[in-house]
Nanobody, 126 residues
Framework: QVQLVESGGGLVQAGGSLRLSCAASGRTFSYRTMAWFRQAPGKDREFVAAISWSGGNTDYADSVKGRFTISRDNAKNTVYLQMNSLRPEDTAVYYC???????????????????WGQGTQVTVSS
């Protein structure tokens, strides 16, 4: 069984930065592809960023491109989301997700991912 535990959320002023972490446990093939999604109050869950096992492939939602960076450390079974230049519209619960599938063009689809963390709240004040 794979468990994903997020940390690093909090309250930050607009323009500030936060780094989210997601620690994975279980068989490593279970998290070949990792991603971050977010859900704001009253809105659907949306894709934020994804990364392949090697880290050689990354993709981002247009709304965060140039501000957020996804990375992973396989030795620590951890994926990160560095968030810079935060905006009030980035306020949401951020979820880590893992897929046993290799990286592919459906990286943005929530149904690609087999495992989800419990979420961590990010609040950006104006």
């Amino acid at each position: 069984q794979v468990q994903l535990v997020e940390s690093g959320g909090g309250l930050v002023q607009a323009g500030g930065s936060l780094r989210l972490s997601c620690a994975a446990s279980g068989r490593t093939f279970s998290y070949r592809t990792m991603a971050w999604f977010r859900q704001a109050p009253g809105k659907d869950r949306e894709f934020v960023a994804a990364i392949s096992w090697s880290g050689g492939n990354t993709d981002y939602a247009d709304s965060v491109k140039g501000r957020f960076t996804i990375s992973r450390d396989n030795a620590k079974n951890t994926v990160y989301l560095q968030m810079n230049s935060l905006r009030p519209e980035d306020t949401a619960v951020y979820y880590c997700a893992a897929s046993s599938s290799f990286y592919s063009t459906d990286y943005y689809r929530g149904d690609k991912y087999d495992y989800w963390g419990q979420g961590t709240q990010v609040t950006v004040s104006s």
